[in-house]
């Protein structure tokens, strides 16, 4: 049976629209079951109804027209339940609801499955026989391992469809992510890809035959001159038998094979990128279904030959490519390098399909205020290119071919946004002092927007947190410790005399080096932050006498260790200070020069970092929580893995708790305290902290304004009230209840997005 699973998973996601994947995978599991019927239904959940989507045994005429509602016959059971039904005699029982229009009057044996994506019942699907049987314990089971491995992959394909309305329909396609960096953009989709894959090509026909057949020709003869290369470069150094494995390509290239096929499918007006996809999955497919191991390998041979195709195909289209004017990049998942190479004044917003509204690459996108959802469905990416498109990253919404109507509703709310964010800036310059006089520092996290670092330091008290690994990953190579002081020297005179907070390398995780790269099975709990510069000092005292040489004469340097989490980490990198502390003064005992010693802090990201602060505040002079990481680690949810992004919540009951008892220890042990993670950047975040007795609030620069704004009108004494009641709560969602009342009631209602957008 596990063949045979697979060779449906794979058929239906080589088909080109929903319905061919449907129609495929009702005749296959109708076959493999040596049933007499097999169907599907998907939910519509703005009728809240199911709809007969495909059915090998049903009326073809009801496919696309019968409806059942949620709560009706065994289908409606099947999904109320969210588990099997296999029965001998379906119309005797009670559940049982006759549809004429359907003509399964002589069905008897019933075995019916839900399909579930991402805890959503997205559809159901149903054998049926006529003879009055209960279908096998392995039947079951096959049926509901199917369910489970398709249930997705039959989303995503229900995700290509939509985008393969045309513009020309005047139907406006939705796509929903997570959202990221807060805004609206309206603009033109992007489509960069790094690495190019089958999966990235959408099928697509061509009125134009004779021109993809010389597209192909071109990419073809483009492919046979890497192989004659590659085959002359190792023809010295291999033996005979490794080289002439590049014949055995040029083989495949010739029309006999893969050429031939290929223009098969250029007869039937498919365009030269979608022929080749359907050629190289198929025969991919040919192969991995064979037993002899030899054969199985060539898989693996055509995959590389129809790789090397695309990427001529590709090239050639690439060559006319520039940004729009509004251009709204699209990518897998995004890199710092592909934000850079985009020319600032064009961009106007970011989907990804990786990640979440909590990774690394959205805190990048937030600070330099662009617009960003991520987490959308992983669908063939192409199909974006060029495509009108509205982002709507308050609700993580993408709308695809927008009507006029449409546009204007948010070219509207794109000015009413400009209007709010004038607003804002107005205030800047002004104290962040509450109603009661309380003073609140509000610091800035720089270091990933670098271009914006000379404007900002006007805005701010200082930094925060400066991510020093974010100029790392900028370099081709470890920076050497004279550039690293030059860099350093022109941070800190930059914001002098306000005090900068450096956090020493903090590299793992989401954040990778090219040229330090290594692999994990499970990064966030892995090689990161203090972890790798203890594993290598002569890099961490490189980068502390770097710092040390940079503040001399101006004494506003503030030293951070990330990611600590045992008291023999503190203790070796104070060690490494020390040492890096002498050495300097050995080196620089003749010229008079003083050395100042600064400040060490600890970043508080991992909880038993929590518990062991008692210990901690004799050894260090300050320390700063990192709430997007501690939210991660205490809630066990992996900030970049888009499935479970909603279990990522900062206003969770016991992160809130957390927080709190922080604070509370931090004052009693005179430990001064900051929190540099992206809830300080939210108004309502901002309010819980103060309450808890935070002072000191590091966030980006694009979101400073409007959490003076707000904390300018507000008291003390009512936040405090709130944080009491907030305490008290159980769920996220009463706690987010709270909050929003507590904004409405102050007249903050206009920082509320529209629940209806």
């Known amino acids: 049976m596990l063949a045979t699973l697979r060779t449906i998973v794979e058929a239906v996601a080589q088909q080109p629209t929903l319905t061919d994947a449907l129609n495929r995978f009702v005749a296959m599991v109708k076959e493999a079951l040596a049933t007499e019927c097999c169907s599907i239904y998907f939910a519509d959940y703005s009728q809240d109804n199911f709809i007969l989507m495909a059915s090998d045994g049903l009326n073809p005429e009801a496919i696309g027209n019968f409806r059942i509602g949620f709560t009706e016959g065994l289908v409606g059971l099947v999904a109320q339940r969210e588990e099997p039904i296999n029965i001998a005699h379906a119309q005797s029982h009670p559940r049982f609801k006759l549809s004429p229009e359907v003509h399964e009057e002589g069905y008897n044996a019933f075995l019916s499955v839900p399909l579930v994506h991402q805890r959503k019942v997205i559809g159901v699907i149903v054998v049926q026989q006529k003879q009055a049987r209960s279908f096998s314990n392995d039947e079951e089971s096959f049926l509901i391992t199917l369910s489970a491995q398709l249930a997705s992959q039959l989303a995503n394909t229900e995700a290509k469809s939509i985008l393969s309305v045309e513009t020309t329909a005047k139907k406006t396609s939705v796509l929903k992510g997570v959202s990221g960096s807060p805004g609206i953009a309206l603009g033109h989709g992007f489509v960069v890809i790094p690495k190019l894959d089958f999966e990235s090509i959408d099928m697509q026909r061509s009125d134009n035959v004779e021109q993809q057949k010389k597209l192909f020709a071109q990419a073809v003869s483009a492919t046979r001159q890497d192989f004659h290369i590659m085959a002359s470069t190792f023809s010295d150094s291999m033996p005979k038998e490794a080289v002439a494995i590049f014949e055995v390509y040029q083989q495949l290239l010739d029309a006999r094979s893969l050429g031939r096929q290929v223009e098969a499918q250029l007869e039937q007006g498919w365009s030269a990128k979608s022929a080749l996809k359907y050629v190289i999955e198929s025969l991919v497919s040919q192969f991995n279904a064979m037993s002899d191991p030899y054969i199985k390998e060539r898989a693996i041979d055509v995959k590389e030959i129809g ?50 509204a909590n990774s690394h690459a959205s805190i990048l996108t937030r600070a330099m205020g662009i617009p960003a959802v991520w987490g959308i469905e992983d669908i063939p990416l192409l199909q974006f290119e060029n495509k009108d498109i509205i982002l709507d990253a308050y609700a993580g919404r993408v709308y695809i071919s927008p009507t006029p109507a449409l546009k204007k509703e948010y070219k509207q709310l794109h000015l009413q946004e400009s209007k709010l964010h004038d607003k804002f800036e107005a205030e800047h310059h002004l104290e962040a002092v509450t109603l009661d006089g309380e003073h609140i520092s509000l610091l800035v996290n720089a270091g990933l927007d670098l271009s914006t670092e000379q404007e900002i330091a006007k805005y701010c008290d200082g930094v925060g947190l400066y991510r020093t690994e974010a100029w790392f990953m900028q370099k081709g190579q470890f920076p050497t410790q004279a550039e690293q002081e030059q860099w350093y020297r022109a941070v800190l005179t930059r914001y002098h005399p306000e005090n900068v907070v450096m956090r020493t390398l903090d590299i793992g995780g989401d954040k990778v080096l090219d040229y330090f790269n290594f692999t994990e099975e499970n990064p966030f709990l892995g090689w990161r932050g203090i972890r790798i510069s203890l594993d290598h000092p002569e890099l961490l005292l490189d980068q502390l006498k770097a710092m040390l040489k940079a503040n001399t004469g101006l004494g506003n340097l503030k030293i951070m260790l990330p990611m600590v989490s045992h008291t023999e980490e503190v203790d070796e990198a104070l060690k490494l200070l020390e040492q890096a502390y002498f050495e300097l003064q050995e080196e620089w005992a003749d010229q008079f020069i003083q050395i100042e010693k600064p400040e060490i802090g600890v970043m508080l990201e991992v909880p038993s970092s929590i518990y062991l602060l008692p210990e901690w505040a004799d050894k260090v002079d300050f320390c700063s929580v990192g709430s997007n990481d501690l939210t991660q680690y205490l809630l066990a949810v992996d900030r970049n893995n888009a499935q479970v992004a909603d279990l990522f919540d900062p206003f969770h009951p016991s992160v809130l708790r957390v927080l709190n008892q922080v604070a509370s220890q931090c004052q009693n042990l005179e430990l001064p305290f900051s929190l540099c993670g992206e809830l300080g950047g939210e108004p309502e975040g901002a309010i819980l902290l103060i309450a808890m007795g935070y002072r000191r609030l590091s966030m980006n620069i694009s979101t400073m304004s409007k959490v003076k704004w707000v904390l300018r009108r507000l008291k003390v004494a009512d936040m405090e009230a709130l944080l009491s009641e907030c305490l008290k709560q159980s769920t996220t969602k009463q706690v987010h209840r709270l909050l929003k009342s507590f904004m409405i009631e102050n007249e903050f209602s206009e920082l509320l997005y529209q629940s209806k957008h």
Not at 317 to 339: N, W
Request: without cysteine; positive net charge; hydrophobic residues 40%.
């Open 307 to 356: 790789l090397r195709v695309l990427h001529h195909l590709m090239s050639t289209e690439q060559a006319v490519k520039s940004y729009p004017k509004d251009t709204i990049l699209i990518t897998h998942t995004l890199t710092p390098t592909m934000l850079a190479e985009v020319p600032k004044e064009r961009l106007k917003g970011v989907i990804s399909v990786n990640g979440s």
